[in-house]
């Protein structure tokens, strides 16, 4: 028997819907450590995403995020393997957190635990997860799970997400308060997107958040035939609902998908990408 594991970057929740996926498939999810001024939570246990941003309303600086150490990890290894069966773990991209380094320390002299690298975020490392829940599903064994997530899902995923405002960037250090008052006053929104484990902008999105998030989905299904078709996700912060649902509803109309699938994102995403946050993640073939 192969368990799946994961960090709780995966946002395979949705905290408006009550979607739970974790549960669903029998996934044993790690939280992350959140500190908020002198106030340490764990994500999606002590605190959920729309309390943070709440929270972070009243902040000059964003609240911390911080990986499990090794020690915690190394324990949870051990409980979940106590009936012999193998474990696979996956995490966030390593270029965002210690989360996948240490792990691999934890799973030393381990020989059933193997750690995989998403290179990803959020429901990116989603997919990556529920992938490997079915290929466990389907028996195949923990070191095969790791080839085939590593070669085939990994480089796969696409990731990327539209923000409304530059705020959370400013006060996380990844933005100039000068280049968000630009912004602001210019209507731009960055379309931010994941290559090779690490952050960047893909397109500079002008006008209303709701015209740009109806472009931004355009620029990234239109014609495409490219995308594998059983999954995708529609992930956000804090938003509007109906915002969400018509994001979801544009997404259906392209007929390619199987399952479209609204997931909040944690407190990890939220502390740096602020509210009304939200993206399309699916995987290419």
């Not at 290929?135 to 923000?163: H, M, Q, W, Y």
């Not at 960047?200 to 995308?227: M, N, P």
């Not at 956000?236 to 609204?262: G, H, L, Q, W």
Request: proline share 3%; glycine share 8%.
């Amino acid at each position: 028997m192969v368990k799946i594991c994961c960090d709780s970057t995966a946002d395979l929740l949705n905290e408006v819907y009550g979607t739970d996926l974790y549960k669903e498939r029998n996934i044993t999810v790690v939280p992350l450590y959140v500190r908020v001024e002198d106030e340490e939570y764990l994500d999606g246990v002590d605190i959920t995403m729309r309390d943070l941003l709440e929270r972070c309303k009243q902040l000059d600086e964003l609240p911390k995020t911080s990986a499990p150490d090794v020690e915690r990890l190394r324990g949870i290894f051990a409980d979940l393997t106590a009936d012999g069966s193998e474990l696979v773990f996956i995490t966030i991209s390593s270029h965002f957190s210690s989360s996948y380094n240490n792990a691999v320390i934890a799973a030393e002299d381990m020989p059933g635990v193997f750690v995989v690298d998403s290179l990803n975020l959020s429901s990116g490392v989603g997919h990556v997860v529920l992938e490997a829940a079915d290929l466990a599903d389907k028996g195949v064994c923990g070191a095969e799970i790791k080839r085939l997530l590593d070669e085939d899902i990994v480089p796969n995923v696409e990731t990327s997400f539209v923000l409304d405002r530059l705020d959370f960037m400013v006060k996380g250090g990844r933005c100039s308060a000068v280049s968000a008052l630009g912004a602001s006053i210019l209507q731009l929104h960055p379309g931010i997107a994941v290559e090779n484990g690490k952050m960047g902008v893909f397109k500079k999105y002008r006008g209303s958040w709701e015209r740009c998030l109806r472009a931004y989905i355009k620029d990234k299904l239109d014609g495409r035939t490219d995308i594998r078709q059983h999954r995708i996700f529609v992930t956000y912060t804090d938003t509007p609902d109906d915002i969400v649902r018509e994001a979801v509803s544009i997404v259906k109309e392209y007929n390619y998908f199987d399952e479209v699938i609204p997931t909040t994102a944690g407190c990890t995403i939220a502390s740096h990408c602020g509210p009304r946050t939200l993206g399309i993640l699916f995987i290419k073939k």
